[in-house]
């Protein structure tokens, strides 16, 4: 957390080495305006790839159906892609500025009976803190043990996709003008098509092109069977795939999951994936991880010494969950709309997007991303302080929790 907000931090982290993972990142105009606010935006965007409009676009003829603007006057904030790798290191770089104090392999298990700020780890070493923040992922042990807390046992529930990143270097394309185009050019391309579609633009200032893949997973994720999913699609689509290494198709499983009854338990906070994994059809879930860092940052530091923690954290709470909530529901209705099979319910569909009003990818659509991406978390903390603080110690007094301990 950035010094300004004078908190002293120990980070926690499982990993025994910091090292760059994964593929790429979308930082959506929410989150980029939490970032800025925190002074590493310009890093994220020199390293970047700001996204002008996205192209949608038919799966088997590359027919446009409409572009969608990926910086709307509202927002007035850029859509970055970057690769996760360095992603991490501003980040890093940026703990490191501050002297915040960094424990490498140190896997949080346990936390007391009270969630009053105690936890420990596998090796049986304790710490104590005001506040304890778990951004430990899915299978995070404080959201088993929260919601536990609450009477609530989650459950994942398979959708049947996986997502497939590919990463295309710039000299596999060097022969090709159609690919070296689309590498050149800061567009998204969407293809939609019946079971999947594709999400792709270049990323490390145009050295790479970066596709994903979202359909049924099949019996393998070697390249023939995924060419085999895409053979009616379009030459661009397949040519592209043509050029996708064996072994370098990097799978994730998509799985959703039901909502937990509360993100809070006294002193111990969930943010990003252990309290709101979700499906990457609307591409918010690093910007929903980072819009919890941006209201944390604000209800830990808001003035008001009568103003206890836990009653902090239910602010946060009463901020993040209902709108966490509802993106995540609106992936999955975007999943249907993405994935229709040819018929009636796909010319509508096309229909709605050709006619440039209210679309059903909603990802594209101009007022859902009002919603999702010109809400602006942190301020609605700052002028409601008052009235969050009241409305979350009223919750706290009402709040009758079972005993499972």
């Not at 490498?104 to 506040?131: I, M």
């Not at 990143?165 to 293809?191: Q, T």
């Not at 996708?244 to 937990?260: A, R």
Request: contains cysteine; proline residues 5%.
């Amino acid at each position: 957390m950035h010094s300004s907000f004078r908190h002293h931090v120990t980070i926690l982290e499982r990993v025994h080495e910091i090292a760059e993972v994964g593929a790429e990142i979308q930082i959506a105009p929410n989150a980029a305006r939490i970032l800025g606010r925190f002074g590493i935006l310009p890093e994220v965007v020199n390293k970047a790839n700001v996204l002008e409009k996205n192209s949608l676009r038919r799966y088997e003829n590359d027919e446009e159906l409409d572009t969608a603007p990926l910086m709307p006057k509202s927002t007035t904030r850029p859509l970055c892609v970057i690769h996760r790798g360095d992603l991490q290191s501003i980040l890093l770089n940026a703990v490191l500025k501050e002297k915040i104090d960094l424990k490498l392999n140190s896997r949080v298990v346990s936390a007391d009976a009270e969630f009053s700020g105690k936890v420990q780890l596998t090796t049986g070493e304790e710490f104590a803190a005001d506040v304890v923040i778990a951004a430990d992922g899915i299978k995070s042990d404080l959201r088993r043990l929260i919601a536990k807390s609450h009477g609530h046992i989650g459950h994942a529930q398979p959708t049947g996709d996986a997502a497939y990143r590919i990463l295309i270097p710039r000299k596999d394309l060097e022969n090709d003008s159609d690919a070296l185009e689309l590498l050149g050019s800061n567009v998204g391309m969407r293809w939609m098509g019946p079971g999947g579609h594709i999400m792709a633009y270049p990323i490390k200032n145009n050295a790479l092109y970066n596709m994903v893949l979202l359909h049924p997973k099949p019996p393998g994720k070697v390249k023939k069977e995924i060419q085999n999913f895409y053979e009616q699609w379009s030459p661009l689509v397949r040519k592209l795939l043509s050029y996708v290494p064996e072994g370098e198709v990097k799978e994730w499983t998509l799985n959703s999951h039901t909502f937990l009854p509360s993100w809070v338990e006294n002193r111990t906070v969930l943010k990003g994936d252990a309290c709101h994994p979700m499906l990457p059809y609307v591409a918010q879930g690093a910007a929903h991880a980072i819009e919890d860092a941006g209201v944390l940052a604000c209800v830990l530091s808001l003035s008001g010494e009568d103003v206890d923690i836990p009653t902090r954290l239910k602010v946060y709470e009463i901020i993040r969950k209902e709108r966490a909530e509802k993106i995540q529901s609106s992936a999955a209705e975007t999943r249907l709309a993405l994935h229709l099979p040819d018929g009636e319910k796909q010319r509508q569909r096309d229909k709605a997007i050709r006619s440039g009003g209210k679309s059903p990818d909603l990802w594209a659509d101009k007022s859902w991303q009002q919603f999702m991406w010109g809400t602006d978390v942190m301020k609605q903390i700052v002028d409601g302080w008052n009235d969050l603080v009241h409305q979350a110690s009223e919750a706290s007094l009402s709040t009758v929790r079972p005993s499972v301990f």
